[in-house]
């Protein structure tokens, strides 16, 4: 659902489970998706949680030393949060734990179904892409995050298997990816808003037109009931409002737009207005191969 720097140190470590190369294309340009794991190293932290009673407060402290993964912005902030959705998930584990393997064998089928049609879509059969899909159990928030290359590492999904619409969040994320490479995008969480608007939108109507067939809700990278036609019932308001701020950055803005109630009463507002916008921009003659390319520096301006 979106691009952070926070938890990125050290889940390099764990071992690449797949890697596929795209067929048709010239030794130049060759695509791949590498799958790594981080289901097993929950495992291994809920065998131990649960090996003996434990309180919350020292569940968490195991979490967060044994795991740590979690779709939410770095910092305080992002650990409160993240604290949250643990001891709200927590009841829900025992009946996902004999799922696990199946989810992750679902995800590494879609996983490169949607990487493949997304190379497609974006016509990079001349550019070499190369990403990373990280396994991992979540919070049953239906959340993911993709990471920027950085010191080293590929553009990297993180992915929880137990989302319910795991296959369009697949193709939204792994967009990202594909993105953030051709477009050479280094921004990540507290991005000018109008970045982050350009990003999602495009990653929203990239799984759109990758997995078509499903309502337009599954593809706003919102589960509220009734969400997207409370968007398109503000939409005036939220495009007007959200305007001055399209080039405003830092994480405090951030976090309005994308996880509180922005100007309208309306939780993500920035997606609400990159759905519209991102609508617009195609349906004005805009491609997707076009609007992948366009840089970092102009995607404020593009909104």
Same mark, same amino acid.
């Given at each position: ?83 949250? %959705? ?5 009841? *829900?584990?025992?009946? @996902?734990?004999?799922?696990? $393997?199946? !989810?992750? +064998? ?121 969400? %997207? ?5 503000? *939409?005036?308001?939220? @495009?007007?409002?959200?305007? $001055?701020? !399209?080039? +405003? ?55």
């Amino acid at each position: 659902m979106a691009l952070w720097k926070g938890l990125y140190a050290g889940m390099f470590g764990v071992v690449a489970a797949a890697t596929w190369l795209s067929a048709g294309n010239p030794p130049e340009a060759v695509h791949s998706l590498e799958i790594a794991d981080r289901v097993a190293k929950f495992e291994a932290f809920y065998a131990k949680a649960t090996a003996k009673p434990l309180d919350e407060g020292t569940r968490w402290a195991l979490w967060k030393k044994e795991y740590d993964i979690a779709a939410v912005p770095p910092g305080l902030d992002g650990d409160k949060m993240a604290r949250q %959705l643990l001891d709200s998930a927590w009841v *829900k584990y025992p009946a @996902l734990m004999p799922k696990i $393997p199946a !989810l992750r +064998k679902e995800a590494e089928v879609d996983a490169h179904e949607a990487f493949d049609k997304i190379n497609v879509l974006f016509e990079t059969k001349g550019t070499p892409i190369h990403s990373r899909l990280v396994l991992y159990v979540g919070q049953f928030d239906d959340n993911a995050y993709t990471v920027p290359p950085m010191d080293g590492h590929l553009a990297t999904v993180m992915m929880p298997v137990e989302n319910v619409q795991l296959r369009l969040a697949l193709a939204h994320e792994l967009t990202h990816s594909v993105h953030i490479q051709l477009a050479h995008v280094r921004n990540s969480f507290g991005a000018p808003i109008g970045e982050t608007m350009f990003l999602e939108g495009l990653a929203m109507r990239a799984a759109q037109r990758v997995f078509p067939g499903s309502p337009e809700a599954a593809y706003t990278a919102n589960d509220d009931k009734g969400w %997207l036609a409370e968007c398109y019932r503000k *939409k005036d308001a939220v @495009l007007a409002s959200i305007l $001055p701020d !399209l080039d +405003k950055s830092g994480s405090e803005i951030a976090m309005k737009y994308t996880f509180g109630q922005g100007n309208n009463g309306l939780h993500r507002e920035a997606y609400c207005a990159a759905w519209i916008v991102m609508g617009k921009l195609l349906d004005a003659g805009r491609t997707f191969p076009e609007l992948a390319r366009i840089p970092e520096s102009r995607m404020v301006g593009t909104i």
